[in-house]
């Protein structure tokens, strides 16, 4: 003890001749900590239920991050002297810390709470008012605590084969339909079979089920989506190398050697079709998605779609702000759509010029 006191002095007084506060060091490790920290949940995220919307992930990285915050400070109600560098200006009284700690461990669920209620959708799908929500912070903060130790245990030991070999991480960010998840799959199989991909539905680990459940719970509630708490693993062999797909209620992840999974990404992206699943995160885009589906069907019904209708819609894409990815898979949707509109208006073309000569002949 006296040893480490006189190395605690020792490092005090070299500081002190760098003209380095103490506080700055404590700070900058704990930027150091709060990023590593962010990584692995995101990490832990992409393992678990694929990506999240790329505008709103830092907030929920940041919620994350607060979580575990407050399990430490949880712990400093018992023992006081183990979080007094977690606490900026604390000062030696053990007393005077719990009350700062009790108080964070208050304050700190509403901030989350606070945080939840800047996600974008959380004016157009959340039926909380803004106390409600603060409040949910409690809940959210207490399993997000408890997730990130989960993940940071678990995700290494699963990541732990991708990293020996080798393999790579590609993924289509998504949002199967509610109830649609076994037809996506389905479809997810049909594709790959078409190309002469045999693939097989495996059922995850428990351990991996159960975690993955909790979090979809809570990332549901936060960016207010119903989110499948399915989740499966399609094994498959292409060029005589095994790949795998995870299939969440947002993302298709695909991994394999790079080669491998950029071409299986391609083929996927190219395939699959909006019946079973959206190609973005918010209410805006998913409306617009909504409408190109309708007209799709109208045009299967044989009915006439205006073209104005579809430029409306592309004046209402461009208001958004979507990552690029979102954007160009709605984007391809409307060249789609414009495509079927023009062939069947060149369709009616040789009808309408045989109609004109008749009547000339006459």
């Known amino acids: 003890m006296v040893r480490y006191q006189l190395n605690r002095e020792i490092i005090r007084k070299y500081l002190w001749e760098l003209g380095i506060p103490?506080?700055?060091?404590?700070?900058?490790?704990?930027?150091?900590?709060?990023?590593?920290?962010?990584?692995?949940?995101?990490?832990?995220?992409?393992t678990f239920m694929g990506r999240m919307p790329s505008k709103d992930d830092s907030k929920v990285s940041l919620s994350a991050l607060l979580s575990?915050?407050?399990?430490i400070l949880c712990?400093?109600?018992?023992?006081?002297?183990?979080?007094?560098?977690?606490?900026?200006?604390?000062?030696?009284?053990?007393?005077?810390i719990r009350f700062m700690t009790a108080g964070l461990v208050l304050l700190i669920p509403l901030i989350v709470g606070?945080?939840?209620?800047?996600?974008?959708n959380y004016k157009d799908k959340s039926s909380r008012s803004f106390p409600h929500q603060l409040l949910m912070g409690y809940p959210y903060t207490m399993i997000l605590g408890f997730l990130v130790v989960s993940l940071i245990i678990t995700v290494p030991i699963l990541k732990a084969p991708y990293i020996i070999y080798k393999n790579y991480l590609d993924s289509i960010k998504v949002m199967i339909h509610k109830g649609n998840f076994e037809k996506a799959i389905l479809q997810v199989q049909q594709i790959l079979?078409?190309?002469e991909i045999r693939t097989k539905v495996e059922t995850p680990p428990a351990i991996m089920q159960w975690l993955f459940?909790?979090?979809?719970?809570?990332?549901?509630?936060?960016?207010?989506?119903?989110?499948?708490?399915?989740?499966?693993?399609?094994k498959g062999e292409f060029a005589h190398k095994d790949f795998q797909i995870n299939i969440y209620a947002s993302d298709i992840a695909i991994i394999g050697k790079r080669s491998i999974a950029t071409k299986i990404r391609?083929?996927?992206?190219?395939?699959?079709?909006?019946?079973?699943?959206?190609?973005?995160?918010?209410?805006q885009a998913h409306k617009i998605e909504?409408?190109?589906?309708?007209?799709?069907?109208?045009?299967?019904?044989?009915?006439?779609?205006p073209f104005t209708s579809i430029k409306e819609l592309n004046e209402n894409l461009k208001s958004l702000s979507l990552s690029e990815e979102e954007w160009n898979a709605i984007r391809r949707q409307l060249y789609q759509l414009e495509s079927e509109i023009l062939k069947k208006m060149y369709n009616r073309i040789p009808s309408i010029v045989t109609a004109e000569e008749s009547t000339y002949v006459e």
């Not at 909504?290 to 779609?305: H, K, M, N, P, T």
């Open 22 to 46: 103490m506080s700055v060091i404590i700070q900058f490790i704990a930027t150091v900590i709060s990023k590593i920290l962010s990584k692995l949940f995101s990490l832990a995220t992409v």
């Open 68 to 71: 575990f915050y407050w399990l």
């Open 75 to 96: 712990v400093g109600l018992i023992l006081p002297s183990a979080v007094k560098s977690f606490i900026p200006f604390a000062p030696d009284d053990k007393t005077t």
């Open 114 to 120: 606070w945080v939840t209620t800047r996600i974008e």
């Open 193 to 195: 079979t078409e190309r």
């Open 213 to 234: 459940k909790l979090l979809v719970w809570i990332e549901g509630e936060i960016f207010h989506q119903h989110m499948s708490k399915e989740m499966k693993v399609l």
């Open 266 to 283: 391609a083929i996927l992206s190219e395939e699959l079709d909006e019946q079973n699943m959206y190609f973005s995160w918010d209410v």
């Open 290 to 305: 909504d409408q190109i589906r309708e007209y799709q069907q109208a045009l299967s019904d044989e009915e006439e779609i």
